[in-house]
C-alpha cells in the first residue's frame, strides 16, 4: 500500500507570498491533519479535515487554511508569508480520526520563505 | 491544556548500550499516546500506541511501556541504525484527532 504523499518536496517563497502545498491520504484513510515542524516550536497542530470539513484547528493564525476533497486529498494554504513560517510542513492521514486509529504522516515539504 | 516533556533532549550511546528515554505528559483524559522515530529530513515513522496504564508493546529492539503520568522507551542492545529523533505525542479525550508532541529526544548510537 503506497504511504501518504506530499507534493512538491521543497520550495522557496519570499515574504508576501502566499503558497498551497497537497497531501494525498493512504488509500482508505478519510481524515487528514496538518502540521508543522520547526526547530524552536516542535510538532504544532495546524488542522483536521474528515470528509471534506474541518473538524479540529489549532492556534495558528488565519492566513493558514486548508481543505479537503471529495477523494480525501487535502491541500493547506499560507497566504501573505512570513519568515516565520519558513518549516517542514507535514501531513498525517489516519482511517477515520477516532479512537484507536493511527496516524502515518508522509515525508513533509520543506518551506523556505526569503 | 495537554503537556508532553521528553528527555534527555539528546543521548548518545555505544552501540550495544542499553537505555531509556522518557515521556512525561499532562492530558485531560488520556486517549493515547504514540511513539514515532523521526530520520533527519523525513516524517515521522510510526512505532507504537499504548492505550492505558500498565499497557507493554515490543518491536525489535524497542520497548515502550505507559504509566499515568509518563511512559518509557526502552531501547536493548542498540545498534547504529536506532540513530534517529524518538516523538513522543498525546492524543486527548477532548482535543479530536489532534496529536501533542514533545520535543524530542535526539539518539545517536556509535559503533
Known amino acids: 500500500k503506497a504511504g501518504v504523499t506530499q507534493t512538491p518536496r521543497y520550495l522557496i517563497k519570499t515574504r508576501g507570498q502566499q503558497v498551497t502545498l497537497s497531501c494525498s491520504p493512504i488509500?482508505?484513510?478519510?481524515?487528514v491533519s496538518w502540521y508543522q515542524q520547526t526547530p524552536g516550536q516542535g510538532l504544532q497542530f495546524l488542522f483536521e479535515?474528515?470528509?471534506?470539513?474541518?473538524?479540529n484547528k489549532g492556534n495558528f493564525p488565519g492566513r493558514f487554511s486548508g481543505r479537503q476533497f471529495s477523494n480525501s486529498r487535502s491541500e493547506m494554504n499560507v497566504s501573505t508569508l512570513e519568515l516565520g513560517d519558513s518549516a517542514l510542513y507535514l501531513c498525517?492521514?489516519?482511517?477515520?480520526?477516532?479512537?484507536?486509529?493511527?496516524?502515518?504522516f508522509g515525508p513533509g515539504t520543506r518551506l523556505t520563505v526569503l | 491544556e495537554d503537556q508532553v516533556t521528553q528527555s534527555p533532549e539528546a543521548l548518545r550511546l555505544q552501540e550495544g548500550e542499553s537505555s531509556s528515554l522518557n515521556c512525561s505528559y499532562t492530558?485531560?483524559?488520556?486517549?493515547?499516546l504514540f511513539w514515532y522515530r523521526q530520520d533527519p529530513g523525513k516524517g515521522p515513522e510510526f512505532l507504537f500506541t499504548?492505550?492505558?496504564a500498565g499497557e507493554e508493546k515490543e518491536k525489535e529492539r524497542l520497548k515502550a511501556t505507559l504509566t499515568k503520568k509518563e511512559s518509557f522507551l526502552h531501547i536493548t542492545a542498540p545498534k547504529p541504525e536506532d540513530s534517529a529523533t524518538y516523538l513522543c505525542?498525546?492524543?486527548?479525550?477532548?482535543?479530536?484527532?489532534?496529536?501533542?508532541f514533545g520535543g524530542g529526544t535526539r539518539l545517536m548510537v556509535k559503533p
Open positions: 479535515y474528515f470528509s471534506e470539513t474541518q473538524r
Open positions: 505525542a498525546v492524543q486527548s479525550n477532548n482535543a479530536g484527532n489532534m496529536l501533542t
Open positions: 498525517a492521514s489516519s482511517v477515520t480520526g477516532t479512537i484507536k486509529d493511527t496516524q502515518y
Open positions: 488509500s482508505g484513510h478519510r481524515s
Open positions: 499504548l492505550y492505558s
Open positions: 492530558v485531560s483524559g488520556l486517549r493515547g
